[in-house]
């Protein structure tokens, strides 16, 4: 498997683990909204139970206040009329009772009054056989009825001596009073909370649940224990997010996930694969031009791309070598070693006719002598195109014996803007290499361009300097020439050995200038 299809395969399992996570996200998220609306809700039914608590406490003050009191003693064997409506007919109001009874304890009812009707209760509030088993308790009772279809909530206490105030003994009688639950009471809770209260039937009125509220149920008992009415209590719930909110989020989350594997899958691309496929390309063809992009990097992959320009340039320069070897090997021997195979004919030839033709022998051994000369220039020749010594001349006149040597005589016009000042700055090896590299574009215009023109100029730049050959011969187009080691090529590997950066100007027609930037000459150590 390629590299890329593995981190496509990474980048597709780290897509999954992302989805994956955003629906395990999802299920989380929904568990904690329920449990923190069911703690929501809990808290709105103590909150409701707390109302209902409210709503009952005057009627329970008023109990406390007045059944254990020594006039209410008094009065179940008294009956007075007159302390009867000052505090027991009169306190109504202030406690906002609807109804109070005065029981013995045998259930005989002393006294009874509705205060919506200002009127006399003679009747207890339930059955008899009820009241019995209600007034057999020894503390506070409360429970809910019914009386001709509206709701109302029974209190009662045992009226005791204030020496029995812990109530050891059995009750002398009772004191009982009813409240109604009507409108009035409900609006009452409305205004003490945060939402709404309504008394419902029996049954608990919350079939479906709505996200946009809290709603709590409270039951109300009546003496057996029975549902007989209920509360409901609902509030806006303003801590719970709407479902589309919800849904922004979770698309949130996926959408920044999914961004964040696709940047990760770019940033990969460029910092690994990019790399990766540049290394792959100069390797394949055997051309550290791909590497470009690489070598002023610092990291691992600008040191592997360093790493390998040097060892494909020194491979190049291996071959070239070699080629040199094979060229000179095969100049010579169809130059020099049959020039001197020749020689050596000639003067076996000149010995026959020293003793028969003296002057033709003579003639002979002096085209003889000729050939030889011609041999040991070509010789000299080869030597000096092998190794140009700038330094026992000036570059300058390095430079236009090399014309001489590459073009002969001939009608061309040369034109040297050399800096030798500046030439001598640098090394004389570095020198030698410069020359190896205006040979190579001499060569290069003389044989392809036909030029009748050629300038060479090395000056100073800001940079360091700019060593230059310019022709005005037929011209190329840089972008289809071939730099396969030889032409261009070998101009490039020269650019690189100098440490200098290669520029190429041309079009067809028009000439061709091949500048070289080099860096500032070293100071001597």
Request: glycine share 8%.
């Amino acid at each position: 498997m390629s590299i890329r299809l593995r981190i496509l395969a990474l980048l597709s399992l780290l897509s999954l683990l992302c989805i994956g996570i955003f629906f395990q996200f999802q299920r989380t998220q929904e568990n904690e909204e329920s449990f923190a609306r069911q703690q929501r809700e809990r808290e709105l039914t103590k909150s409701l139970q707390q109302l209902i608590s409210a709503a009952s406490r005057s009627a329970y003050h008023y109990l406390r206040n007045y059944a254990g009191r020594a006039g209410m003693v008094e009065f179940l064997s008294k009956q007075d009329a007159t302390w009867a409506g000052k505090y027991i007919k009169g306190r109504m109001d202030l406690y906002r009772i609807d109804a109070v009874w005065v029981l013995k304890a045998d259930g005989t009812v002393v006294y009874g009054h509705d205060r919506p009707t200002d009127t006399a209760l003679t009747t207890p509030p339930l059955p008899e056989k009820d009241m019995a088993a209600v007034m057999q308790k020894t503390g506070l009772f409360s429970f809910y009825a019914l009386v001709s279809g509206s709701l109302y909530q029974f209190q009662g206490m045992p009226i005791v001596t204030t020496s029995d105030l812990d109530r050891k003994t059995a009750p002398l009688g009772w004191l009982i009073v009813a409240k109604h639950w009507g409108q009035s009471v409900m609006e009452d809770m409305t205004d003490n909370s945060r939402g709404r209260v309504t008394l419902t039937s029996a049954s608990n009125p919350i079939h479906s649940r709505d996200a946009s509220r809290l709603e709590a149920w409270q039951p109300l008992l009546d003496q057996h224990g029975q549902v007989i009415a209920g509360l409901d209590y609902h509030v806006p719930d303003y801590e719970a997010e709407s479902p589309e909110e919800e849904r922004f989020e979770l698309m949130l989350f996926l959408v920044n996930g999914v961004g964040l594997i696709l940047f990760a899958g770019v940033l990969l691309h460029f910092l690994l694969l990019r790399p990766l496929f540049l290394v792959r390309a100069s390797l394949l063809a055997g051309d550290p031009a791909p590497l470009a992009p690489l070598l002023h990097q610092r990291n691992e992959f600008g040191q592997m791309a360093r790493a390998m320009q040097r060892s494909m340039h020194d491979r190049q320069q291996h071959e070239q070598d070699l080629e040199e070897r094979v060229r000179l090997a095969r100049e010579l021997h169809d130059g020099a070693i049959q020039g001197v195979y020749g020689v050596g004919m000639a003067l076996g030839h000149a010995r026959s006719l020293l003793e028969q033709d003296l002057p033709a022998a003579r003639q002979l051994l002096d085209e003889t002598r000729d050939e030889l000369n011609r041999i040991i220039h070509d010789l000299r020749a080869h030597i000096e195109r092998a190794d140009p010594k700038p330094l026992t001349t000036t570059f300058c006149e390095a430079v236009a014996r090399l014309i001489q040597q590459l073009h002969g005589p001939g009608p061309l016009t040369t034109d040297l803007n050399i800096d030798d000042a500046l030439v001598a700055g640098y090394v004389p090896l570095f020198q030698s290499e410069a020359l190896r590299f205006v040979r190579e574009a001499l060569s290069n215009a003389l044989r392809h361009g036909v030029p009748s023109r050629i300038s060479v100029s090395w000056q100073r730049t800001a940079e360091g300097s700019t060593l230059a050959v310019e022709d005005d011969g037929r011209g190329f187009d840089p972008a289809s020439a071939r730099t396969d080691g030889r032409g261009l090529g070998n101009l490039s590997e020269r650019a690189i050995s100098l440490g200098g950066r290669l520029e190429i100007d041309s079009q067809p027609g028009q000439g061709t200038r091949i500048s070289l930037k080099l860096p500032p000459a070293k100071p001597p150590a």
